[in-house]
């Protein structure tokens, strides 16, 4: 099971090098978000299936996981950005940061979105040439 709190021995300078290190991923995320969608897109004109019915539907769909993802990341971000830090922080910080809800939001939803877009591009390429 992943630890969902900082150890009693490790201090705020750490805390918050940690803190920069979760904000730099979130960022990462929020551009997971929004490239692939545009590379799924690339791949798929490269293999000229880009107009076809099942990638359409393939990159909806993982627009459809994105999108949440991608706002919940960005709420997250401007909770932890744009407000100013009072006494208590870090523990209110490492509450959200650590929690199932955040993972699920932003791992989970970004490969269930990449799943999607690449079986409708792997089914756009199989009816393309036959094979399905």
Same mark, same amino acid.
């Given at each position: +099971? ?21 904000? =730099? ?8 978000? $929004? ?9 798929? =004109? *490269? $293999? %000229? ?13 993982? +627009? +459809?996981?994105?999108?949440?993802? %991608? ?5 997250? +971000?401007?909770?932890?950005?744009? =407000?100013?830090?009072? %006494?208590?922080?870090? *523990? ?20 269930? *979105?990449?799943?999607? %877009? ?6 756009? *390429? ?5 094979? $399905?």
């Amino acid at each position: +099971m992943k630890a969902t709190t900082w150890g009693k021995d490790v201090d705020e300078a750490t805390r918050r090098d940690q803190f920069k290190l979760i904000y =730099d991923y979130i960022k990462f995320h929020i551009g997971l978000y $929004l490239s692939t969608p545009a590379a799924l897109a690339l791949v798929a =004109d *490269g $293999l %000229g299936v880009k107009q076809t019915k099942p990638f359409a539907i393939g990159i909806v769909v993982a +627009m +459809m996981f994105y999108l949440p993802a %991608g706002i919940h990341a960005a709420m997250f +971000m401007a909770r932890n950005v744009n =407000d100013p830090w009072q %006494g208590g922080y870090l *523990g209110e910080f490492e509450r959200e940061a650590f929690s199932s809800t955040r993972r699920t939001m932003h791992h989970t939803l970004y490969w269930l *979105g990449l799943v999607a %877009g690449l079986v409708g591009l792997t089914v756009a *390429g199989l009816r393309k040439h036959g094979l $399905l």
